[in-house]
């Protein structure tokens, strides 16, 4: 066993070396341009094609048209910072410490030591974006990580949400200096400033990029200016109509960016992945108007739960030429893919010095399956008004379980979405099996959050996000 031990490096590097090169665009052709758009609290069934009955969602309809939709997309937890950790690095934010949203001035940050997508990309010779919001710091006055820390050419970002809502922002820091007050939506500001900065970047004619953009909508405070209300003109719930208005605000920035690439001849070579950090707020955990009305589908809990609607979230990705365009997959993905699959794309291989937790995604598109290190699997200790704090999805089987696990449930997912059948006591031999999966995930990832260097404080859940 020890010597085995010592070559698992290896087989792992020969490995994933192997997968990078099987999987990438073919070396003659141009590596794709890479762009992440990613909402903040925005549902499972918060679209038009995830079959909301309100809600226009033009361009993201058409987004799917074009592309492929994954019905079973997941997030790395049900909860903001810890999410988008997970995507950033490709491991389950409890081995980094980030174990539920980062206060402000909490000393709760992405540590320097977590290699980052943005950092591999960039030294592979892509330029690289980041606007939006963040939240993997606790500060903003550059004595924790930045997004230009993380590997970033050019960054526009809130600590946290925008303010004082999303219309007109103010909180913006652009470059490590304060952007001041800014005129449009949120996610409008976003789009331009990736637009603004692909115009005037100096980039060589075969030179890649890489687009972050982290969309605050459709998180509190929700705002949407007169042009995006008029769109419901029939819904008397003003608050209800301003969320419904702003799932279409943010849909119309991301018409502008579509439109752009096609203006600019970039659709054809740029890979969109097009998602959520976690499932809906529907709770009035705020002051003042309370515009949480987001849609979980037909999906159990919602966000700060372990059950499906926590983490299950609409997923698209455009891949002309890969993803062939108008399909439906149920091939479960997650957030913690995107690393692996980044690099697949770049034609690089991913860090072999640390557990990663995704696995490539360019298969799918090939018709096969994602070849994952272990079954997809949660830990959010602050699970809201439930015990279950673990869960663990191995194929269609979705095993949810106290801290301790002492307490299972067990659902099939493929005949059971809503997860109101716990069928445990049918399985035994198959409780046991992932019982004992669950519990060495769990133990090993405990080990590595506790040297992680983020404080083991809590974070309260059940506070303002």
């Known amino acids: 066993m020890n010597s085995l031990r010592r070559f698992l490096p290896l087989f792992l590097s020969l490995f994933l070396s192997f997968s990078a090169a099987a999987a990438a665009p073919a070396a003659s052709a141009p590596r794709p341009n890479i762009i992440v758009l990613l909402c903040d609290d925005l549902g499972y ?30 997030s790395a937890s049900p909860v903001c910072s810890p999410s988008r950790a997970g995507l950033m690095t490709g491991r389950n934010p409890n081995r980094l410490g980030i174990r539920d949203w980062i206060p402000p001035q909490s000393g709760i940050f992405l540590r320097p030591g977590e290699i980052t997508v ?22 903003t006055d550059g004595s924790e990580r930045t997004p230009g820390d993380a590997g970033f050419d050019h960054w526009l970002y809130t600590q946290n949400n925008a303010a004082p809502s999303h219309l007109d922002p103010r909180n913006f820091i652009r470059n ?61 719930n003003l608050d209800r109509r301003h969320y419904l208005a702003n ?24 890979f969109i992945f097009f998602s959520s950090d976690n499932g809906p707020e529907t709770l009035n955990r705020y002051r003042g108007a309370q515009r949480s009305h987001g849609s979980p589908g037909p999906l159990r809990g919602m966000k700060l739960h372990v059950t499906e609607a926590g983490y299950r979230v609409p997923g698209i990705i455009r891949w002309p030429g ?31 010095d640390r557990a990663l937790d995704g696995g490539n995604l360019l298969p799918v598109f090939a018709g096969k399956t994602v070849i994952r290190p272990h079954p997809l699997y949660w830990q959010y200790d602050f699970a809201l008004n439930e015990p279950q704090t673990l869960a663990l999805r191995d194929g269609p089987w ?19 979405v809503a997860e109101k059948r716990n ?41 303002k996000e």
């Open 322 to 352: 890969h993803a062939k365009p108008g399909t439906t997959s149920a091939e479960p993905i997650c957030s913690l893919d995107f690393l692996p699959t980044a690099c697949a794309l770049a034609g690089i291989v991913p860090p072999t």
């Open 247 to 270: 799932a279409s605000q943010m849909d119309a920035a991301v018409g502008k960016l579509l439109r752009y690439l096609d203006d600019h001849g970039l659709r054809e070579n740029t």
């Open 176 to 236: 490590g200096t304060p952007a001041g007050p800014l005129t449009g939506p949120s996610s409008h500001v976003v789009v331009a400033e990736a637009t603004r900065w692909l115009d005037e970047t100096k980039r060589a004619p075969d030179a890649p990029f890489f687009l972050n953009l982290w969309f605050h909508e459709t998180h509190e405070p929700v705002a949407a200016t007169e042009e995006f209300l008029a769109q419901y003109p029939n819904e008397t």
């Open 45 to 74: 069934g918060d679209l038009s094609c995830f079959a909301h009955p309100d809600i226009r969602t033009p361009n993201l309809d058409q987004l799917a048209r074009d592309g492929v939709k994954f019905t079973d997309c997941y």
């Open 398 to 416: 979705k095993l949810l379980s106290t801290a301790t696990l002492d307490h299972v449930e067990l659902y099939n997912l493929a005949s059971d």
């Open 118 to 139: 943005a950092q591999l990309l960039k030294k592979a010779g892509y330029h690289t974006l980041h606007a939006g919001k963040w939240h993997l710091n606790s500060r």
């Open 423 to 463: 069928i445990a006591a049918n399985h035994p031999e198959r409780v046991k099996a992932m019982v004992a999966t669950m519990r060495a995930l769990r133990t090993e990832i405990a080990a590595e959050g506790a040297r992680s260097g983020n404080p083991p404080a809590r974070q309260n859940a059940a506070k």
